[in-house]
């Protein structure tokens, strides 16, 4: 009886859980769940593209102003490489692969985060860029590769968290700049933040200001001007005139690799005196008066800050313990006075009238000779009969 007891109270507890878990629910984070309010919304560009083939030097151009180019991101970005994007044209894949990208491979990027060009490869048709590092690990392949039990290389369990995009031409990649490449990624990437050297090329006026948008270097400009115009250069040589030590120090600049043009800008302290452009076929031009059209840079300043003393000021009141304007009292030691330097005299000896040198030793006492022992200094043996 007591066993049919609690046989009908556990039916009546299982009841009693199987009717709240029939009135509760069940939230399943499925694809539509997680890419909800991600916006697939894209507009092609209209950007006129060059039909010349891109060059060697126009390739060096590209890289030295795209790479580390930071901008924010307009689109969520996939951890993928397969972002396709045609030049004025569509991007690749469309809405619905896109959004599948993002639940499956992870989001590199949202809209609004910023990202950083940090590699650029040339392909045929086609610019391969990689953002925030890219969608693989260095030596991906190497990492599955072990010596006598040993990684090739070690594993540090990181994770790749960027993205990589590819821009399609029609044809050859055209001979095409920086800004125009940035205009094609507009839709996916904003580059419209002005850097520092943007920034500082808006200030100047409008002739010097068109020629660093043009990446050109005129006489008069300092080095300020020159690195937003063209960027760090590939050597610098920095040498006196005829190697003649009496005459003025200049530096050189140097920009390109023979046979592509190759242009020299010298510098005389922070300004550029004198530029030569050396092209394939041509005669050498040579440019070596003043192109600024009036404009004449002020000469970089130093701030004095941080109790650093002004020029021409006079010599600064050495510290004290006393409060400004009190008197020094009368008697009182002031200024320390250090001893003269005077040779130290040598320690006292045993006999005060012969005061040994340090390469003089005292030559021993001769003692007396006993009687009975001869000079040499051997016994006497016995007397022979």
């Given at each position: 009886m007591a066993l049919s007891r609690y046989g009908w109270a556990l039916i009546a507890g299982l009841l009693a859980l199987s009717a709240a878990a029939a009135g509760a629910q069940v939230f399943v984070v499925g694809e539509q769940t997680a890419t909800n309010g991600i916006s697939t919304t894209f507009k092609p560009t209209n950007v006129p593209l060059p039909t010349d083939k891109l060059t060697e030097r126009g390739r060096r151009d590209l890289v030295r102003n795209l790479e580390d180019e930071q901008g924010f991101a307009h689109m969520a970005l996939?951890?993928?490489p397969a972002l396709m994007l045609k030049a004025n044209g569509p991007l690749s894949p469309g809405p619905a692969e896109y959004l599948k990208l993002i639940y499956t491979k992870g989001q590199a990027a949202g809209p609004g985060d910023r990202v950083i060009i940090t590699s650029l490869e040339f392909k045929g048709d086609r610019i391969v860029m990689d953002l925030n590092g890219g969608p693989f690990l260095k030596h991906r392949f190497l990492r599955h590769i072990q010596l006598n039990d040993n990684d090739v290389v070690a594993n540090t369990m990181e994770t790749a968290t960027g993205?990589?995009?590819t821009l399609v031409f029609p044809g050859p990649i055209p001979e095409i700049s920086a800004p125009e490449v940035k205009s094609l990624?507009?839709?996916v990437i904003d580059f419209g933040v002005k850097t520092s050297q943007q920034a500082y090329a808006d200030t100047l006026p409008t002739l010097v200001r068109t020629s660093i948008n043009e990446h050109q270097v005129l006489v008069g400009m300092n080095r300020k001007m020159v690195l937003a115009s063209v960027g760090e250069p590939e050597n610098k040589v920095r040498e006196h005139e005829d190697n003649d030590p009496n005459k003025p120090l200049y530096e050189d600049w140097i920009y390109g690799h023979v046979p592509q043009t190759v242009r020299f800008v010298r510098f005389e302290g922070d300004r550029v005196i004198r530029v030569e452009i050396a092209a394939l076929g041509k005669p050498l031009e040579v440019h070596?008066?003043?192109?600024m059209g009036g404009f004449n840079p002020p000469p970089q300043t130093r701030q004095i800050s941080m109790g650093d003393e002004a020029p021409g000021t006079g010599t600064k009141a050495p510290p004290t313990l006393r409060k400004p304007g009190e008197p020094v009292p009368a008697g009182s030691q002031g200024k320390v006075q250090f001893?003269?330097?005077?040779?130290?005299?040598?320690?006292?000896?045993?006999?005060?009238?012969?005061?040994?040198?340090?390469?003089?030793?005292?030559?021993?006492?001769?003692q007396p000779i006993p009687q009975g022992i001869p000079q040499g200094g051997q016994q006497p043996g016995p007397r022979q009969q």
């Amino acid at each position: 009886m007591a066993l049919s007891r609690y046989g009908w109270a556990l039916i009546a507890g299982l009841l009693a859980l199987s009717a709240a878990a029939a009135g509760a629910q069940v939230f399943v984070v499925g694809e539509q769940t997680a890419t909800n309010g991600i916006s697939t919304t894209f507009k092609p560009t209209n950007v006129p593209l060059p039909t010349d083939k891109l060059t060697e030097r126009g390739r060096r151009d590209l890289v030295r102003n795209l790479e580390d180019e930071q901008g924010f991101a307009h689109m969520a970005l996939p951890i993928s490489p397969a972002l396709m994007l045609k030049a004025n044209g569509p991007l690749s894949p469309g809405p619905a692969e896109y959004l599948k990208l993002i639940y499956t491979k992870g989001q590199a990027a949202g809209p609004g985060d910023r990202v950083i060009i940090t590699s650029l490869e040339f392909k045929g048709d086609r610019i391969v860029m990689d953002l925030n590092g890219g969608p693989f690990l260095k030596h991906r392949f190497l990492r599955h590769i072990q010596l006598n039990d040993n990684d090739v290389v070690a594993n540090t369990m990181e994770t790749a968290t960027g993205s990589r995009i590819t821009l399609v031409f029609p044809g050859p990649i055209p001979e095409i700049s920086a800004p125009e490449v940035k205009s094609l990624l507009a839709p996916v990437i904003d580059f419209g933040v002005k850097t520092s050297q943007q920034a500082y090329a808006d200030t100047l006026p409008t002739l010097v200001r068109t020629s660093i948008n043009e990446h050109q270097v005129l006489v008069g400009m300092n080095r300020k001007m020159v690195l937003a115009s063209v960027g760090e250069p590939e050597n610098k040589v920095r040498e006196h005139e005829d190697n003649d030590p009496n005459k003025p120090l200049y530096e050189d600049w140097i920009y390109g690799h023979v046979p592509q043009t190759v242009r020299f800008v010298r510098f005389e302290g922070d300004r550029v005196i004198r530029v030569e452009i050396a092209a394939l076929g041509k005669p050498l031009e040579v440019h070596d008066t003043d192109e600024m059209g009036g404009f004449n840079p002020p000469p970089q300043t130093r701030q004095i800050s941080m109790g650093d003393e002004a020029p021409g000021t006079g010599t600064k009141a050495p510290p004290t313990l006393r409060k400004p304007g009190e008197p020094v009292p009368a008697g009182s030691q002031g200024k320390v006075q250090f001893p003269d330097a005077r040779p130290i005299p040598a320690p006292p000896s045993e006999h005060p009238d012969t005061i040994p040198s340090p390469q003089t030793f005292p030559q021993p006492i001769p003692q007396p000779i006993p009687q009975g022992i001869p000079q040499g200094g051997q016994q006497p043996g016995p007397r022979q009969q």
